[in-house]
């Protein structure tokens, strides 16, 4: 006890007030930029529809109200597809495709990090460079080979494509390159196979870069089925994702924008949801995951 | 299990194992399309039953991005430039902001999602609530911090008359004028330069200390050379990013699917693309040499 409170005074001692100050200025400056858009997100969801279109706009709503949502779960009770569809749709995509894409990719990062296949920088090279590359390019030629493997009008179509996607290969690489190679060498010597190298002692030293993947990935199949790839390659309404239901209910303009509002709010909750989560785990496993030598 | 294979190919076996499912993947959804974009390029698409045929066309596409149209040449200039100003600000800023977050404070987490509320406000749904009505009232609320709050013409003036070169005073003054483009840029960045600095082993700051490390030089001497192979990675991460939201990308989906001429879409995909790929191998170039490997 007495010895935590002597190297906390000391702690202090190394800093400078000021620079502190400064330092959480600036920080709390930034954050604001980032905070603003939602609160004004936030407020704009509880704001009744005649306050919505005040001018100038109000910041912060003056009666907040549920209407909005409630006019939204009203459209969806009379939508063919009910909205628990929807939401198995978007969950199902999002959490097999990101689960996928995570475990496929570090599988392949460990071998291009660590391991001495003939061609690896080559292939290296190659995923890099399909990171450069625009993806608008590629949709038709994507979109006809999705319809060549028969995968339209099926989760596949946009399920695949996240499992083939080089980002995350690129990330864990990354990561798994700054393992010392000391650490592999020594469960080699101790007889373990390479496999369960890779399951329990490359995963968890790298655990911090695989949740920043769920994340991203996660994040990113969030809103796929409304983009022009989900619109396309999926034409059967109980197999759309929710935020294409949201974005196709809510077209229909200035009386929809409370709901719209609302349904913005609700598809925001669960990626930072996410976010918290993945992020607090990070902080749990640091003092016991890191290497020893 | 296998006779005649020595222990080395066996290795490479297991590599190849492990590698395959991606491979397979990346050549079907992306090799593929993208040699198929490529002989777009450099032919003409004609509709025909069943699909459309192609036909040879030569270099006529790109001579058209180059010499005919009106745009092209001014927005790639404008993304280079773009990209060059804000890969180093971008990469310094997160870096700051990780170092910050990553320090023992309270409600940090709630911190760090702040800082990545921008790239989940990108959404899909987000950009379809952009072009509606609603957007406007927001951008009039939001949009205003950003364009009017931080003029930097008064900074200029001051840094050019103490003496500084003009380049780089137009670098600075860029680099403000672009804060909220920057911040807002540099969501993912920050969280990988935060996973970065969580696989430091606690170790290392322990045994500076004990050798009586300020923190200023742990932060060089430690936190720095770990994270410098990161930097690479931000760097490039930066430029994939920027395909995003920059205009030429705008442009160039534009001409794929509103004007529906996908050759000429290719070509100056494929233009955009070597233009990239070469200030980016320059930037590798110049960073691999000072990153810093831990063996």
């Known amino acids: ?293 | 299990m296998m006779k005649g294979v020595t222990l080395l190919q066996k290795k490479s076996l297991l590599g190849v194992l492990f590698v395959s499912p991606w491979f397979l993947g990346f050549i079907f959804l992306f090799a593929i399309p993208l040699y198929q974009s490529l002989v777009y390029s450099f032919n003409n698409l004609v509709v025909a039953i069943g699909g459309f045929d192609t036909e040879f066309a030569g270099l006529k596409f790109y001579e058209e991005i180059f010499y005919k149209h009106p745009t092209f040449n001014r927005l790639l200039m404008e993304s280079i430039v773009d990209l060059v100003i804000n890969i180093p600000s971008i990469v310094i800023f997160s870096l700051f902001a990780a170092t910050l977050l990553n320090q023992k404070f309270r409600g940090r987490v709630l911190a760090r999602a702040i800082f990545f509320l921008p790239v989940l406000l990108a959404t899909n749904l987000l950009t379809i609530e952009q072009s509606s009505d609603l957007a406007t009232v927001a951008q009039t609320v939001t949009g205003g911090v950003d364009g009017e709050g931080l003029k930097s013409s008064e900074l200029e003036a001051l840094m050019l008359q103490s003496g500084f070169g003009s380049g780089i005073t137009s670098y600075i003054t860029g680099s403000v004028n672009r804060i909220y483009e920057i911040i807002s840029h540099s969501g993912v960045q920050i969280l990988i330069f935060l996973a970065g600095l969580q696989s430091v082993s606690p170790s290392l700051y322990e045994a500076a200390k004990i050798e009586g490390a300020t923190s200023y030089e742990s932060f060089w001497k430690i936190t720095f050379p770990m994270v410098s192979p990161l930097i690479l990675t931000n760097i490039i991460y930066t430029v994939i990013d920027s395909y995003n939201y920059n205009k030429l990308s705008v442009l160039i989906n534009d001409t794929a699917f509103k004007a529906l001429d996908f050759s000429l879409s290719a070509a100056m995909s494929w233009v955009y693309f070597g233009v990239t790929s070469i200030i980016l191998l320059i930037l590798v170039r110049a960073v691999s040499s000072k990153v810093f490997y831990y063996d």
């Open chain 1, 1 to 293: 006890m007495k010895l935590t409170i002597r190297l906390r005074r000391e702690k202090k001692l190394n800093r400078s007030m000021p620079v502190d100050l400064i330092v959480f200025a600036l920080l709390a400056c930034s954050g604001a930029f980032m905070g603003i858009p939602f609160v004004f997100m936030i407020s704009t969801a509880l704001k009744p529809l005649d306050e919505m279109f005040l001018f100038p706009p109000t910041f912060i709503v003056r009666t907040p109200t549920l209407d909005n949502f409630y006019d939204l779960f009203l459209i969806f009770a009379n939508s063919w597809v009910p909205l628990s569809r929807y939401l198995f749709n978007t969950f199902f995509v999002s959490f097999l495709g990101t689960a996928g894409h995570v475990i496929l990719a570090s599988m392949a990062a460990y071998p291009l990090a660590k391991l001495k296949i003939p061609g690896r920088n080559f292939l290296f090279t190659l995923v890099v460079l399909s990171l450069m590359f625009a993806s608008q390019v590629t949709s038709i030629p994507n979109y006809l080979t999705i319809s060549w493997m028969g995968l339209l009008n099926t989760y596949w179509a946009l399920i695949f494509p996240a499992f083939a996607t080089s980002l995350g290969l690129f990330l864990m690489k990354q990561f798994m390159e700054q393992i010392p190679d000391s650490l592999l060498e020594a469960a080699k010597i101790d007889g373990a196979s390479e496999y369960r190298i890779f399951w329990q002692i490359v995963m968890p030293i790298v655990r911090p870069a695989w949740l920043t993947l769920i994340i991203f990935s996660f994040k990113g199949l969030w809103g796929t089925g409304s983009g022009s790839q989900g619109a396309s390659y999926i034409y059967s309404e109980q197999l759309k994702t929710m935020d294409y239901a949201f974005s196709q209910i809510l077209s229909g303009g200035f009386v929809r924008s409370g709901p719209m509002a609302a349904a913005a709010l609700i598809m925001m909750t669960v990626p930072i949801a996410i976010f918290i989560f993945t992020q607090s785990n990070v902080i749990q496993t640091m003092s016991t995951s890191g290497m020893k030598d």
